[in-house]
């Protein structure tokens, strides 16, 4: 009897030690999860009508069934010949399916991004030097692209949890439609190519 008296002080120590370890782990777990407002990765894309180069940052949403992404584009007057060009974005992006091979998974994506061009070479309301419907405003456009991403992952333990690398072919919705209206036109002469990375963090 006076050895259940003495172990019991003992056994629940160790019960209450080990549920408070498993609280701080539980804790500990929590603190490690992203804030919703913190991004999943970050992108770099060349060309792809989103500037000569675009960078920014991007969320996995509904399961990963969207990509979305905010992105600033720049084109030095080298390239635009005429002022620099300025764009800000966001594009989505839809995985159509995923198929893991080896250590890679492959996924074909489709998707469209809308573009708000902040420098000087476009105008968001009708200049007064233009007649009341002239013209639809320049400075904001929609892309549409299909293409293929090939994901790597690293392993939740790394400061670099994957890369996706990605290659789309695009149009911008103007293009399309002088193509569609003018015979002029082909539509080998209205889709451009990029290429991007993701960085998963």
């Given at each position: 009897m006076k050895i259940k008296r003495i172990l019991l002080p003992f056994v629940a120590l160790l019960f209450f030690s080990n549920?408070?370890?498993?609280?701080?782990?539980l804790i500990q777990d929590k603190a490690k999860e992203k804030a919703w407002y913190e991004p999943d990765y970050a992108k770099m894309q060349?060309?792809?009508?989103?500037?000569?180069?675009?960078?920014?940052?991007?969320?996995q949403l509904f399961n990963k069934v969207l990509y979305t992404e905010l992105l600033y584009g720049y084109v030095p007057v080298s390239?635009?010949?005429a002022n620099e060009i300025h764009l800000i974005s966001i594009k989505n992006t839809f995985p159509l399916y995923r198929k893991k091979i080896g250590n890679y998974t492959v996924s074909p994506i489709a998707g469209f991004t809308g573009s708000l061009e902040t420098g000087n070479n476009s105008f968001l309301v009708l200049p007064d030097k233009y007649p009341k419907g002239y013209y639809v405003s320049s400075a904001i456009?929609?892309?549409?692209?299909?293409?293929v991403l090939v994901h790597k992952g690293f392993g939740i333990s790394k400061r670099i949890k994957g890369i996706d690398f990605y290659y789309e072919l695009g149009t911008?919705?103007?293009?399309?439609?002088s193509a569609?209206?003018?015979?002029?036109?082909?539509?080998?002469?209205?889709?451009?190519?990029?290429?991007?990375?993701?960085?998963?963090f």
């Open positions: 549920t408070f370890a498993q609280d701080a782990i060349f060309a792809g009508n989103l500037g000569l180069l675009s960078v920014g940052v991007g969320y390239i635009s010949k456009h929609f892309t549409l692209f299909i293409g911008v919705e103007t293009y399309l439609w569609i209206t003018s015979k002029e036109i082909g539509l080998n002469a209205i889709f451009s190519t990029a290429i991007g990375i993701n960085l998963y």
